[in-house]
């Protein structure tokens, strides 16, 4: 079965690091977007960013911009969040998924049909 399991969340100060990884079991995904969405307590999901089957191209939220880098190596199934300069407001569950359908646009939810199970970053102020 496909199995996408999410690690590096924690508890950081403000203006500190993170790095987020995702690995994929059962199948490989070398060809599919794989991207980051997060949701905040009270929020609903929201994107954060996304990268492509070969790492050639990436996408961001104005939010992350500058402070964020996503990159994946395909030899390992895996995708990854670099998150620098954290803010209280990047709080939230953070969640990978693969983008199995093609759509229009990959900043929404729309596409994405394997989800891994979140992990948590909390930043304090």
């Known amino acids: 079965q496909v199995q996408l399991i999410e690690s590096g969340g924690g508890l950081v100060q403000a203006g500190g690091s993170l790095r987020l990884s995702c690995r994929a079991s059962?199948?490989?995904?070398?060809?599919?977007?794989m991207g980051w969405f997060r949701q905040a307590p009270g929020k609903e999901r929201e994107f954060v960013a996304a990268?492509?089957?070969?790492?050639?191209?990436?996408y961001y939220a104005d939010s992350v911009k500058g402070r964020f880098t996503i990159s994946r190596d395909n030899a390992k199934n895996t995708v990854y969040l670099q998150m620098n300069s954290l803010k209280p407001e990047d709080t939230a569950v953070y969640y990978c998924?693969?983008?199995?359908?093609?759509?229009?646009?990959?900043?929404?939810?729309?596409?994405?049909?394997?989800w891994g199970q979140g992990t948590q970053v909390t930043v304090s102020s």
């Open positions: 990268v492509s089957g070969s790492g050639d191209s990436t």
């Open positions: 998924a693969v983008r199995t359908r093609v759509y229009r646009v990959v900043t929404t939810e729309t596409g994405y049909d394997y």
């Open positions: 059962g199948r490989t995904f070398d060809s599919k977007i």
